[in-house]
Structure formats: structure tokens, C-alpha cells
């Protein structure tokens, strides 16, 4: 295939310099501040929400196709709402918030910008590394591979993508709940073939009481039902934020996506208070059946759990990791940073080939340790503070440089896949979406891992082309 790609720019060529400067502005202004005045985070968060709005406001003007295949449209978005919107509960939110959010780690107003400093940093040097990168020999090699494929009905395999999806997440729920061993990595990053179809559903038909409607739906639904279980947020929104997503797609609107974010939210902040009394319950249980899970689910949703002095603990706390960051910087700057790195070359080994593999999912859990003193909750500091948590600023700059490159991949897949109309490319394409958005996540499980899989897949493929080809010869 001879087609001359066109590289268009996923966002304007000054976003990533945008924020690079104004992280560095913060953290040289936080040399210089009180420990008690909040109003300048307060500043410094919304002048970047603001920045962050105008640059969402400029992608969301873009063709479908280009909005579907800008993996850092989400990007923008899910970085806007943890740690630029996140960080304002410590300027406006509720006293009983505000002390809870801290309760995890003490911070100053000093700090804080800090935090929200290195953050801004990171973000801008993802945002570059992204930019810059295009993947063009990649691109060619991928379409003139898949073009040979045998095109896929996207309708077809939106329904086997719904069942495929279902079937991994039945396994893992039956895992996680009953056998709660260490399953590869694999089984978790398939069972998000579900909301893929769901997204690829909804891109292209209206929400309608349809029978085929009702099938995604009921997916969905089911679905959530195994977050419930699991007093999983995200397990239980990711099939709504793909059926938004779709839609948003399929005709974007700067309403439509202000619209679609508060719905979110609002959903957000009534289910938050059932799912943390339900998750501090079960966590208090040595092991929790299908039956008690239900049953604390129900207890949850009556209040009965409910502590008077948290009453006031609402959603917006999930969305602050300024506590979490402060501490995973004060740690390494103390000598007791993680050591994440080390286990980059085991995400390579596949664990169904080698099964004693070291967990490379405890990073979480281990910090939980060091600074509450107990190992039944793991708490995330995001992408760019995770680097930092192991290797100082230098593990700052190249998780960031990483989550860029890694992201704009993921690009380059979907850029593909439109172009050969590939089918199976747009389906491990669209979990670049999903990589993106999980900007909370660390760098080495969330970003690398899920990469790892997805490069796997990839390479998988080829190699079945490759034997499907010397077969052909040999005929």
C-alpha cells in the first residue's frame, strides 16, 4: 500500500512547554512560601485547569478520527482531574475533607506546591516526548501488514469483543474472590476487551431499545455488577466511560463533554461514601465470601458502617493525591525510596511460561506499609511522582519520558489501524485510551505492563502473518 501518511499533531506544538514551565515556576515559587499559604496552590492549579481547559477546548474541534486516535485527549483530561482539580480540596473543600485527605501524610502549603510542581513537570515532558514522536516506519510496516488481514465486521466483533471480555472478567472475579492467587497479567488486560466493544457499540449506533442495545447494555451492567464485588470503583465506571466515550466520539461537543464529566461526577460523589465504608469493612475480615460481600454492599448503602466525624468525606478526596505524593517524595529524599525499576525486565517473562515470577503489582501495597504501617491497601502516587518515589527527579523525568512514548505507541497503532481499517490493530490501539486515562496509576504495572502486553499481542500477530505467508509459499 502506497499511501502517503499525513502526521498530524495531536495537540498544539506548545502544550507540552506550557506545562513544563509552569511546573518549574511552582516548584521555585514553593522555596519560597509559607507553610501555611494554601491560596498559592489554589492559583497554581487553576491557572493550570485553565490551561488545560483551552487545550481540551482546541483537540475537541478535531475530525472523530483524529479525536479517536489522540490517545492524549484523555490524557489531558484524566491529569486535569487528579492532580489539578484533585489538589484544590486543600483551598475549598469541606475542613472534615481536608483533614481526612491528610490524615494520610502530613503536608505543608510549602510542600504541597511542591507536589503539584512536580507533577505539572512531568505531565510537560510526556506531553513532548509525545508530540515529537510519530512512529512513521512503524506505521508503514503495521498497515502493510494488516491491510493482508481479512477485514473484520466491527459489528461482529463489538459482540464477540462483549463476550470474549466477560468470560476474562469471570475468571478473574472467580479468582480474586474465591482462589486469590497471582494470575498473570494477561487474564486483567483482556477482560478490558469488554468495555473495547462497548466503545466500538456505541461509536457507531445510538443508544436505543434495540435487542442489540439491550445486549451491550446488559454487559455493561454485568460487568459493574463484578466491580460491586469487588468495592471497585473503576472496575464498576469503566463500561459507562466507554459507552461516553463512544458517544463523545462519534459527535463531539465542548458541551456534550462538560455534560458527560459532570454526569460522571455526580455519580461519582453518591456511590463514593457506600464504596468506602463497604471497602473498609471487608478489609477489616480475614476473608470475605460472595455472600458477605453482598451483604456489606447492602449494610454500606443503609449507613450502617458510617463514622459520624467522616460524614463529610465525599469524592473528592479520590481524586487528591497531594498527601500520597508528599510522602512518596519525603521517602526518597529519607533514603527509602521503592525500587519499581528493578522489575522492569520481569515484565518481559510472561508468567504463563514461568510462573514463579516476582508480583510486579506491590509498589502500591509496600508504600501503603511504610507510612500507615499496614499492607491491606495499596495506594497509588500517579506516573510521575512513582519515578520520583524510586529514582528522584532522574526517575521523574524518565517515567514521564516513558508514559510519552509509550502513549504516543499507542497513537501511532490506532493511526494505523484507520488507515489500513484494520480491525484487530484498532481493537489493541484502544487500550492506549485506557493507559492514558489511568494517570494515577505507577509507571510500571499501569503504563509499561499494559505496553508490554499490547507490543506481545502485536508481535504475536506478526509472527502468525509470517507462518500464514511461508505457508502460502511453500503451497
Not at 111 to 120: D, E, H
Not at 129 to 147: C, D, E, Q, R
Request: hydrophobic share 50%; proline share 3%; glycine share 8%.
Amino acid at each position: 500500500m502506497n499511501q502517503r501518511i499525513k502526521f498530524v499533531r495531536p495537540f498544539p506544538r506548545t502544550c507540552g512547554p506550557d506545562f513544563f514551565v509552569l511546573g518549574l515556576v511552582c516548584i521555585i515559587s514553593s522555596y519560597t512560601l509559607s507553610q501555611e499559604d494554601w491560596s498559592v496552590l489554589g492559583f497554581f492549579a487553576i491557572i493550570g485547569l485553565l490551561l488545560a481547559s483551552h487545550r481540551v477546548r482546541q483537540m475537541a474541534r478535531n475530525k472523530p478520527n483524529e479525536i479517536l486516535n489522540n490517545v492524549f485527549f484523555t490524557f489531558i483530561l484524566s491529569f486535569s482531574a487528579f492532580f489539578l482539580f484533585g489538589p484544590l480540596l486543600h483551598v475549598f473543600g469541606h475542613p472534615e475533607e481536608i483533614e481526612y485527605s491528610r490524615s494520610f501524610f502530613s503536608i505543608t502549603a510549602d510542600k504541597a506546591v511542591t507536589v503539584l510542581g512536580a507533577n505539572l513537570l512531568g505531565f510537560g515532558v510526556s506531553l513532548m516526548i509525545g508530540g515529537y514522536l510519530h512512529f512513521g516506519p512503524f506505521v508503514n510496516f503495521a498497515i502493510k501488514n494488516f491491510s493482508r488481514l481479512p477485514a473484520i465486521n466491527i459489528r461482529r466483533a463489538s459482540v464477540w469483543l462483549v463476550v470474549v471480555g466477560f468470560a476474562f472478567k469471570a475468571y478473574v472475579l472467580y479468582n480474586d474472590l474465591f482462589v486469590n492467587e497471582v494470575i498473570s497479567g494477561l487474564y486483567r488486560s483482556a477482560q478490558l476487551l469488554l468495555p473495547v466493544g462497548v466503545f466500538l457499540h456505541f461509536k457507531e449506533n445510538l443508544l436505543a431499545l434495540r435487542l442489540r442495545s439491550i445486549f451491550f447494555l446488559c454487559a455493561m451492567l454485568l460487568y459493574a455488577a463484578g466491580g460491586l464485588l469487588e468495592f471497585n470503583k473503576t472496575e464498576t465506571f469503566i463500561p459507562l466511560l466507554a459507552m461516553v466515550g463512544g458517544i463523545l466520539v462519534r459527535k463531539m461537543t465542548l458541551t456534550r463533554l462538560v455534560l458527560s464529566v459532570a454526569g460522571m461526577g455526580f455519580a461519582l460523589t453518591i456511590l463514593q461514601p457506600i464504596y468506602g465504608d463497604a471497602r473498609v469493612e471487608a478489609w477489616s475480615r480475614s476473608k470475605t465470601s460472595l455472600e458477605e460481600r453482598i451483604s456489606i454492599f447492602q449494610s454500606a448503602y443503609r449507613n450502617e458502617f458510617r463514622i459520624d466525624e467522616l460524614e463529610n468525606i465525599g469524592i473528592w478526596s479520590r481524586f487528591d493525591y497531594t498527601s500520597p505524593d508528599a510522602a512518596a517524595m519525603w521517602l526518597y529524599e529519607n533514603g527509602n525510596g521503592g525500587d519499581s525499576y528493578q522489575m522492569i525486565p520481569w515484565l518481559f517473562v510472561p508468567r504463563l511460561l514461568y510462573s514463579d515470577k516476582p508480583i510486579t503489582t506491590t509498589a502500591g501495597i509496600n508504600f501503603t506499609d511504610k507510612v500507615l504501617g499496614y499492607n491491606t491497601s495499596s495506594t497509588g502516587q500517579g506516573i510521575f511522582i512513582s519515578g520520583y518515589y524510586d529514582l528522584g527527579w532522574f526517575g521523574l523525568i524518565g517515567a514521564s519520558a516513558l508514559a510519552g512514548f509509550i502513549l504516543a505507541w499507542y497513537r501511532a497503532l490506532i493511526l494505523a489501524a484507520q488507515i489500513s481499517q484494520s480491525t484487530t490493530l484498532l481493537i489493541m490501539g484502544l487500550l492506549g485510551h485506557w493507559t492514558a486515562f489511568s494517570v494515577s496509576g505507577d509507571y510500571l504495572a499501569t503504563y509499561l505492563g499494559t505496553f508490554v502486553i499490547s507490543l506481545y499481542a502485536f508481535v504475536l500477530i506478526m509472527i502468525m502473518l509470517g507462518l500464514q505467508s511461508s505457508h502460502r509459499v511453500r503451497v
